[in-house]
Structures are given as C-alpha cells and as structure tokens.
C-alpha cells in the first residue's frame, strides 16, 4: 500500500515567516493532493497536483510537485494566523478511489 | 448549502454495544466515504462507496459495517463497539473518481468514545 511521509511533524513559526512542509510517498505518484483541518473540523481541499513539475498557488500557499522524488512540497509566504491548522497530502494509489493520507504536519503560527 | 452532514456529533458507548452514525450529503455525490482520524495514525480509510448499492473495504474495515441503498446516505454501523473503535470518524464525498478534481468534500466529524 501507499504510504506518505510528512515531515515536520510539527512547526511553529513567527507570523509573516516563510515556512515548507514536505509530502514523500513510498510509490510512484500519480496525484498528489493538500488538504488543511482547523482543529476540530474537517478538511478542506486546498489543491491537486498531476503532473512532474506542476505548481499551483492558493492565494499565499504554493505547492509543487517532484514526479522523479516521488514528493511535493507546499510552501507558505508571509505566514499569518489564518494559516494555522493540520497540513495532510493525500494520493491515490492502486484503486481511484481510495485516497491515502500522511499523518499531517501541525502548523502554529505566533502573532 | 448543508454539503456533508454528519451524526452525532459526540457520542459515549459502552463495549459490546451497537450504534449508527450518520452522514448524508446534497450534492449528489457519486463516491462517499468513511475515514477515522487517530493520533499519530493520521486518517484511516474504512470503507467506500461508488454509488448505491456498491460498497468496498478501506484500509481499516474489520468491526465496521456499511451499505448504500440511496445516493444521499452512508451510514456507518459499529455492531458491538470496543474500546478500539475510540476515534474520530469523518465522512467524505465527491462527485466521482477522486483523480479527477482530488477534492473530497468532508463532514464536520463524529467523536466516538468506547468505554
């Protein structure tokens, strides 16, 4: 089965910092998708990924795929309060509808 | 829009007892599913559907029983919950194959506690 490595696991960073959060599958990707979870509440969709090389933005976050690493990246610019939340990439691996999720990677942002 | 409605929202068990929880959505959602959120185990998919009628098994379906006799409704059913089964279990839907848009719509989670 496909599994996804997020890393870090956790990141505090000052407001208006810049900060990457990366997603590494154990397989071959097809799609990569990044979903945000306030705490208590369920994901959001944030973006898809298909191609090697794609980069797509969300208004201050963007994020980029690396077919050949078998990874994607998300960066935020300029980090604010709003941004805080659980960070998961999910992939769809050997059937399309089972979409796998990372563990998630626990964004605090400071004022 | 009401989107993906889950029920309850809180809900305390005894082992060895049975309960449904609920999600239904309005968007006429081809594909739902169940996930459960641990800590440290992230989200852990249950069992899906395709559409009425047609269900499967996830990553993690054994105690968990499912089926879909209308597009609108999944329920999920614990038959004799055990301590386990504490979790959070969110409900997703999407219009059809995930690979097409990847974006699953997802309820606002139950939060199960099995004594």
């Known amino acids: 089965s496909q599994e996804l490595e997020q890393s870090p696991q956790s990141l505090i960073v000052q407001e208006g910092k810049n900060l990457t959060i990366n997603c590494t599958s154990s397989k071959t990707l097809y799609g990569l998708y990044w979903y945000k979870q306030k705490y208590g509440e369920g994901l959001i969709f944030l973006m898809m990924l298909q191609k090697g090389g794609e980069e797509k933005s969300h208004e201050k976050i963007t994020a980029k795929l690396d077919e050949k690493k078998q990874q994607s990246s998300l960066h935020i610019t300029a980090s604010q309060p709003s941004h805080a939340g659980i960070y998961l990439c999910g992939a769809v691996g050997g059937s399309n509808y089972k979409l796998t999720f990372g563990k998630g990677t626990l964004l605090t942002v400071n004022p | ?115």
């Open chain 2, 1 to 115: 829009n009401a989107g993906v409605t889950q029920t309850p929202k809180f809900q305390v068990l005894k082992t060895g007892q049975s309960m449904t929880l609920q999600c239904a959505q309005d968007m006429n959602h081809e594909y739902m599913s169940w996930y459960r959120q641990d800590p440290g185990m992230g989200l852990r998919l249950i069992h899906y559907s395709v559409g009425a009628g047609i269900t499967d098994q996830g990553e993690v379906p054994n105690g968990y029983n499912v089926s879909r006799s209308t597009t609108e409704d999944f329920p999920l059913r614990l038959l004799s919950a055990a301590p386990s089964q504490t979790s959070v279990y969110f409900c997703a839907s999407s219009y059809r194959q995930i690979t097409n848009t990847g974006e699953l719509f997802f309820g606002e989670g139950s939060r199960l506690t099995v004594l």
